[in-house]
């Protein structure tokens, strides 16, 4: 049996040596597909991963009051719609404070800013300027680089001192940016710290924003009235009480049912299923080189076929059966894109390393072994026609054709 296999493969692989230009231009169509299934769902996966951990980074137990009416309570697929409300201006102060005395809460910040031009010496970026309280290194769980946050006294009279993060830090700054004076608008304002790395998730992007006492952001917005309002319970268990006991002390403050109450998991998951789409599109798209590539060798295996008919026909009168001869061609389509699923493998790893430096990318050992699976399934499919028109030839006809 192995003696069998064995000159099988040998003439399998004889038969491809034959014409080597043909065979590597048949497995350039295999290794391009498989090289960009890698690459691609490598891409889709680092998103994935990026965004967990900046979920994860925060905390599961973080809700979020957006000034609109989301159908079902949840946030489900409406993850656009959340961007949308920026600046309606809906909630209070005094809103802030009312959830912020609601048993199980551990920490509550506004979220009240716009996209500001802001200035140092020439060098000036769009950052996101926005107003804050003593809670947010708390409820983002974060942390101060450089410097120090705002005092009491700053917060309450609203005094013109701001915090700046890595990217704004890095762009206008040429070491400590400690009381210096940013430019942000027209008004000057002193630099007393700068926050810790974090990264950003859609049009989020916590290094490049400047954060200032709210009092002073209301001032320099001129306008009182938040954007939304983040709140963190102190555990799990709470959470549908105390978003139960928010909503109710919300809708007797705004006598409507204008807002609602998210969940950090629901923005987790709306998010993860929005780039799971994204990650099987990639996928979708370059599987149609896969395609590509199984139709080469599919008409390679064909004119394989018609070239070797007397061949065919001369192992057919020494014994040969037709299953011999179907096992013969398909193991040579099977061979083409194998060989180009290796090769393609390779250079999906190698590709998504080089673009790792540009972008998050995570290969998984299942993206592997699917990608070389397809390719052999590939060799099957697409080899199984040649290979049964081989194994049908009439061995007198073949011995006479020329």
Known sequence: MFSLVSS??????NSLLVNKARASLTILGVVIGIASVITLV?????????????????GTNLLLVVPSRISGGSFGSSLSSVSALTNQGKFEEEDLKAIR??????????????FVRVRYQGKEVMAQVGGT?????????????????????????????VLIGTKVKKELFNGSPLDRYLLV?????RIIGSLSARGGFGQMDWDNTVYMPLKTAERFFGRERIDYIYFKVADMTLVSGTVANAEAILRRRHDEDDFSILAQKDLFQAANSILSALTIALGGIASISLL???????????????????E??????????????????????????????????SLGLAGSLLLSRL?????????VLLSFSVAALIGIIFGILPAYKAAKLDPIEALRYE
């Open 133 to 161: 309280t003593e809670d947010l290194l708390k409820i983002f769980s974060w942390s101060i680089s450089e410097g120090r946050f705002f005092t009491k006294g700053e917060l309450e009279s609203g005094r013109k001192v």
């Open 8 to 13: 099988s493969f040998k003439i399998a692989l």
């Open 185 to 189: 608008g027209q008004d000057r304002y």
């Open 101 to 114: 005395s609601l048993s199980g809460v551990e920490s509550a910040v506004p979220d009240l800013d716009e």
């Open 42 to 58: 490598s891409v889709g996966n680092g998103l994935k991963e990026l965004v967990g951990q900046q979920f994860a980074s925060v």
């Open 292 to 310: 590509v590539g199984g139709i080469g060798i599919m008409n390679v295996m064909l004119v394989s076929v018609t070239e070797r008919t007397a």
């Open 359 to 367: 972008l998050v990318t995570t290969v998984t050992a299942w993206s």
């Open 312 to 345: 065919i026909g001369l192992r057919k009168a020494l014994g040969a059966r037709r299953a011999d001869i179907l096992g013969q061609f398909l193991l040579e389509a099977v061979l083409l894109s194998g060989v180009g699923g290796i090769i393609g493998i």
